[in-house]
């Protein structure tokens, strides 16, 4: 029985001296030292596990005229359409930001704004260009355009010249999705490396900028091309599946919401497909 007291009071007031170290702890760091500031990092610079942001993908911002041209449609979203949606993102007060902004928050080294979007482009379309860019910059909205070197100055592309301009604007960010569009899931390890890194190094040279970011053709990948990814020296990668949380250990499979505009065209219920645009950024 003396022992269990003792031990008892031995427990006790190792508790007690835990509280007391910690209160003064909390005392010293609310007082903000100089020195604690420089020997303890700030408590917005640890990482986190996730972050919450709505990615959308675009492929075309154009007008499909040909009814039968139903996966054009459904891969398109005119002009007019597009222009709304910046509409209801500046409305809702959302704030776009970038991929680079979206790694540095897993890092604990960027804040996110209250209603954070990124924008995406698949493919390096013209209508990137002719279409999409002159809406970015008349609502300042950041957005990300992947892009497929060996399609560059083909018809229906974008011209090197013009992915130079696009790389000097600070809303544009330059990102890779392989050399030729290929499904990864199909092409051996020497290919898919040229595929991943060439894309990479294409760009950079064209640019003369660092290519961060990246996307897998199709969405598709393996286990082995998300580390082949990795080892090109990416710090994204985004796939075609969906959801709006990204854990910082998923920063090679990064999903994102799918911007639809087929029903657009051949029906022309504007109304509805806002209402499902909202939906897509809706956290
Ligand atoms: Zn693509």
Redesign the pocket.
Known sequence: MKVKIFSFGLIATFYALCIILIQGTFAISQAKAPWIEQVMPSFASEPVDSVQVPILTY?YIRTVTNPKDVLGARLSVTPTVFEEQLKILRDEGYQSITLDDLSASWEGKYTMPKKPVILTF??GYDDFYTNAYPLLQKYQVKATA?I?PNFLNKAHYMTSAQIIELSKSPLVTIGA?TMN?VDLRTTNKRTSMQEILGSKMVLERLTGKTVHHF?Y??GKYTKNIVKAVKNAGFTTATTMERGNDHKTIHNFTVTREEIIGGAVQQNSPLGDSLEKFKKSILL
């Open positions: 492929h698949d493919d992947y497929v999705h569009h996307a053709p199709f």
